[in-house]
């Protein structure tokens, strides 16, 4: 586990639906119709290099219903985002760049209606992928992913299951993918996962995988299931709710914990993904400025939500349709650029500048210097003694510095 050749990867996360203008619930077969829309998120890789990132996270890709979470085939591309070439031509795209790929696997569950599950359901076979109960009266009932019964979940006790997803992990590093988002990885036992993973990375050394764990010890659950990492929900919610509230003492309550993590793994990082409210939208556009100073200057795996550099807006709400407004699509090309956008994605930039001129940073544990409710500073210090310094100031407008060895490094303000 923990290989540095991803482990020091900056991602930058899109929900290529969204960003695609993909129809996510289509009303028409026509709707489904093969179309390369994986090409307009090609036109911004340059866009993605340029800002410094080293990597690109995509959300699911898989064909699906609606989605792109009800997954019903697990080796094609949706046919509402292109064909295998398409993808190709994407990848192409980011290694031509230096940017590393990482796909979104959704092996909890599946789509109602993906053949394999139709078959169990019908008696017509694979009935070892999930988990079925037969009533006399000749009903069925199976076992679901948090009681969606659109979303059958897989038996992960099941060897053919453990072998179905190393197939498809293999399938897909084959095509140039060299890093996996393991969704809801908290409702999948971690022994599958350690089944799994060592056949993966016999083939392809430099895998790495992260799970999708909102709660939890972290540091065991990263142990028991051989994943390199998981997702720092704890941080992301400290770092908004510390800023927003006036009260560095959360922050600082959390770091302490994240430090305990980083002395056996280093975990993503993020202010913004395609599940949570914006961080715009959280906190104001002033203080987003520095929940994204936080990000970057604290150990970990960093990964920025497309848009949260251009200062989006954008409310996470329940139903359906609740998840679109943080799940927009982009422009054909990366031409427009709002004044906030443009400073946001500015500074977005000079941070990852400077974290890609630190690499330390990615093991690095902080120490806190300074602490009142509404300033608080740190030291980010790494294995090898180098040290970053971070003032943080509320007042009389939100306001940070970074410095090393004295010397100011960035100021970041209005």
Request: proline share 5%; with cysteine; charged share 20%.
């Amino acid at each position: 586990m923990g290989n540095d050749i991803n482990e020091g990867t900056i991602w930058w996360q899109v929900y290529p639906l969204g960003f695609c203008g993909a129809p996510v619930r289509p009303a028409s077969e026509g709707e489904r119709a093969l179309t390369p829309r994986l090409d307009r998120l090609a036109a911004w890789v340059d866009y993605a290099a340029d800002m410094g990132v080293s990597g690109l996270m995509l959300n699911p890709v898989f064909a699906s219903e609606t989605h792109g979470y009800d997954t019903t085939d697990y080796f094609h591309i949706d046919p509402r985002l292109g064909d295998d070439a398409t993808f190709d031509r994407l990848v192409a795209a980011c290694h031509e760049r230096g940017l590393r790929v990482m796909l979104d696997g959704v092996f909890n569950h599946v789509g109602r209606s993906h053949p394999l599950f139709q078959d169990a359901l019908a008696g017509r076979g694979h009935e070892d992928l999930f988990s079925i109960t037969r009533r006399p009266d000749g009903s069925a009932d199976y076992a679901t992913f948090e009681g969606f019964r659109e979303l059958p979940a897989l038996d992960h006790s099941s060897q053919q299951v453990a072998d179905l997803v190393r197939d498809v992990m293999l399938h897909w590093m084959r095509r140039g993918v060299s890093a996996w988002r393991l969704d809801a990885a908290y409702a999948v036992p971690p022994d599958f996962w350690a089944r799994v993973l060592p056949e993966v990375r016999r083939a392809f050394p430099d895998a790495w995988f992260v799970g999708e764990v909102i709660h939890g010890d972290y540091a065991t659950i990263v142990r028991r299931s051989g994943m390199d990492a998981v997702t720092q929900y704890e941080l992301w919610k400290a770092i908004w709710s510390s800023l927003k509230d006036g009260n560095f003492f959360e922050l600082d309550w959390c770091l302490k914990r994240h430090n305990a993590c980083m002395g056996t793994f280093a975990p993503l990082t993020f202010v913004g993904n395609h599940d949570v409210t914006r961080i715009a939208s959280m906190v104001g556009d002033d203080l987003a400025a520095l929940a994204v100073t936080i990000l970057l200057t604290v150990g970990g795996v960093p990964c920025l939500y497309y848009g949260d550099e251009q200062a989006l807006q954008g409310v996470k709400t329940k139903g359906l349709g609740g998840d679109d407004a943080v799940r927009p699509a982009f422009p054909a090309a990366p031409t427009w650029m709002t004044a906030e956008g443009e400073r946001m994605y500015g500074l977005c930039r000079r941070l990852i500048g400077l974290r890609r001129s630190n690499p330390w940073l990615t093991h690095a544990t902080t120490r806190p210097t300074h602490l009142k409710n509404r300033s608080y500073s740190y030291d980010a210090t790494g294995r090898g003694g180098e040290t970053l310094h971070v003032d943080l100031r509320l007042d009389p407008a939100p306001q940070a510095t970074i410095s090393q060895g004295g010397r100011t490094l960035l100021e970041v303000s209005r």
